[in-house]
């Protein structure tokens, strides 16, 4: 299986002002220390080799959207945030080199940060591409159509060209898509949201969003361990740091670093992918929360095995 990551952002897409670049250059070009360079080649490796990823890299601001490729029939697509436009002109280029067209996407719930890409995947518009939308809200339908309404979008539904169903799915009942055996579970969040549990012969990945654990409440997490149970890849919701999320944030239905470290630690998952990243933070914010995470993950670690924690970037794909 891998899992590729078009949009990593949570609640709304957020692109870089101009002088967030000229700050990571001149941070690069003082690392450096008057060193040359050959070519832009060499100054890549120098720059992957001996700067921070806040600096060399980004974070990315795309709204969630995830791809799990386990199968060659079809594709498997995690919510339909902005990072669904990239994955659509990428999903064309494959289909152009014999890739069927058969998406299927699992939509965790229809907050805006996690539908409003769809207007903009362009198979969509593509007679002959089949679309199966998995969810566990039966208004899934109303909403996309409601995005596309005059007053807010120059394309109704009706006039996409492809083959659209959506199926409605109940958190009791597994079932299989995209070559893998999928279930369901409903988490705490406005109007509810759901995580979906991936499995493969010998490789599970766990795509769990816009959830909210108290820390107050985690005796109440014994369902979300046993979802989340031995998972290669549990990607999840950990917008704020835990200070945030037990004083500031309280109650807006996301949750933190610590929490989703304990929770895969007491379900024997390997990775966790740092998700849905706070729309105010900086590239430089979202790596101490990382660095924050590993250190805790350390000191937590007791005789239990490492989970190794990834930070979740646009563009990071991750092989299991
Ligand atoms: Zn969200
Ligand atoms: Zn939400």
Not at 51 to 75: K, Q, R
Not at 239 to 267: F, I, T
Request: aromatic share 10%; net charge negative.
């Amino acid at each position: 299986m891998l899992v590729r990551f078009w949009g990593t952002r949570g609640s709304l897409p957020v692109a870089p002002h101009a002088d967030v670049a000229l700050a990571k250059v001149a941070r690069a070009l003082v690392a450096a220390g008057g060193r040359r360079f050959a070519d832009e080649a060499e100054a890549a490796k120098f720059a992957r080799a001996e700067l921070d990823f806040a600096t060399y890299g980004a974070f990315g601001g795309a709204t969630p959207c995830v791809e799990i490729e386990a199968d060659e029939d079809a594709f498997a697509i995690c919510d339909m945030g902005s990072g669904l436009r990239d994955f659509g002109l990428s999903a064309t280029r494959r289909c152009a080199e014999g890739h069927p067209r058969v998406y299927h996407f699992f939509l965790s719930h229809l907050h805006w940060d996690h539908i409003m890409g769809f207007p903009f995947f362009r198979p969509a518009y593509e007679t002959g591409a089949r679309i199966v939308i998995h969810t566990g809200h039966a208004d899934a339908e109303a909403a996309l159509r409601r995005q596309q309404e005059a007053i807010s979008f120059p394309v109704p539904f009706d006039e996409l060209k492809a083959h659209i169903e959506f199926i409605v799915h109940r958190p009791e009942e597994s079932f299989e898509a995209a070559g893998m055996e999928v279930s369901l579970v409903r988490q705490s969040h406005a109007r509810g949201s759901f995580g979906y549990r991936f499995d493969r012969p010998g490789k599970a990945v766990v795509y769990s969003t816009d959830a909210e654990h108290k820390p107050e409440d985690m005796d109440l997490e014994e369902d979300v361990e046993a979802f989340f149970a031995n998972a290669d890849l549990v990607i999840c919701d950990t917008m704020y740091s835990l200070g945030e999320a037990v004083s500031l944030k309280q109650d807006l239905g996301h949750s933190s670093n610590v929490v989703a470290v304990d929770l895969c630690h007491s379900a024997g998952a390997r990775r966790l992918a740092l998700f849905h990243h706070e729309p105010s933070y900086s590239d430089a914010d979202i790596q101490r929360m990382h660095e924050e995470t590993l250190r805790y993950e350390e000191a937590v670690r007791g005789e239990r095995p490492r989970l190794e924690v990834l930070c979740a970037y646009d563009g990071l794909e991750v092989s299991l």
